[in-house]
């Protein structure tokens, strides 16, 4: 079955300190997409950060990056330089299989930052 | 500004009355997606679209009805017949297509409905 397993409720950062929130996945396919979208209390979701099964690098978008590592079939986000404004609950989904019209995404449970000034 | 939007952002309603929440999408995607979200709880997928006039059930969609007559267009109906309709509703968008790519999908607002 495909699965997306958060497994920090809830997580403290020092403003200006890094972070990591892990999310480990679970499919039978081998090609996947993962996803990490950021909630704010406002509730809507934000696009933060994209990794192919096939990508070759790990990927960054600005202060986020993805930690992937694909024989534990983890996908965790590393936030660098923690700011007020990352407070916020942060979504990791799945995207599998990557082939064909299949546009669904499977969702974790979601863990919930707070950034301490 | 191209986003999508739902109206509207809060709404209220008695038990027993159907409720119709809204979505619109100016960002030229073929594909759009109607999830449920409860307190503590991820994404839950009520209906999606990928072209105009033809949809797919999701996870959750008894209780829910949804039409695309219009590109930009995704409505959803939430009927008496759901029987714990108070949530949060996000409506999404995404480009459809083949082969390995993103396709993110974009998020609006959403609408918090509440029934008494």
């Known amino acids: 079955a495909q699965k997306i397993t958060q497994t920090q409720p809830g997580m403290f950062v020092q403003e200006k300190e890094a972070v990591t929130l892990d999310c480990t996945y679970d499919?039978?396919?081998?090609?996947?997409?993962l996803f990490w979208y950021k909630q704010p209390s406002s509730g809507e979701m934000i696009f933060l950060i994209y990794?192919?099964?096939?990508d070759e690098q790990n990927a960054t978008e600005g202060r986020y990056s993805l930690n992937f590592q694909k024989a534990r079939k983890s996908a965790n986000l590393v936030i660098s330089a923690s700011q007020l404004g990352d407070s916020a609950m942060y979504f990791c989904?799945?995207?599998?299989?990557?082939?064909?019209?299949?546009?669904?995404?499977?969702w974790g449970l979601g863990t919930s930052l707070a950034v301490n000034p | 500004d191209g986003g999508i939007t739902q109206s509207p952002k809060y709404l209220f309603r008695k038990e027993g009355q159907n409720v119709t929440l809204s979505c619109e999408q100016n960002l030229n995607h073929d594909a759009m997606y109607w999830y449920r979200q409860d307190p503590g709880q991820g994404l839950r997928l009520i209906y999606y679209s990928q072209i105009v006039n033809d949809f797919q059930k999701g996870d959750i969609a008894e209780g829910y009805s949804v039409s695309r007559e219009k590109k930009e267009s995704f409505p959803l109906t939430v009927t008496s017949a759901q029987k714990n309709p108070t949530a949060f509703y996000l409506c999404?968008?995404?480009?459809?297509?083949?082969?390995?790519?993103?396709?993110?999908?974009?998020f609006g607002p959403g609408t918090r409905l509440t029934v008494t």
């Open positions: 989904a799945m995207r599998a299989p990557l082939w064909g019209n299949n546009r669904k995404l499977i």
């Open positions: 999404a968008s995404s480009v459809p297509g083949q082969g390995q790519h993103t396709y993110e999908q974009y």
């Open positions: 990794q192919g099964s096939y």
């Open positions: 499919t039978s396919d081998q090609s996947y997409g």
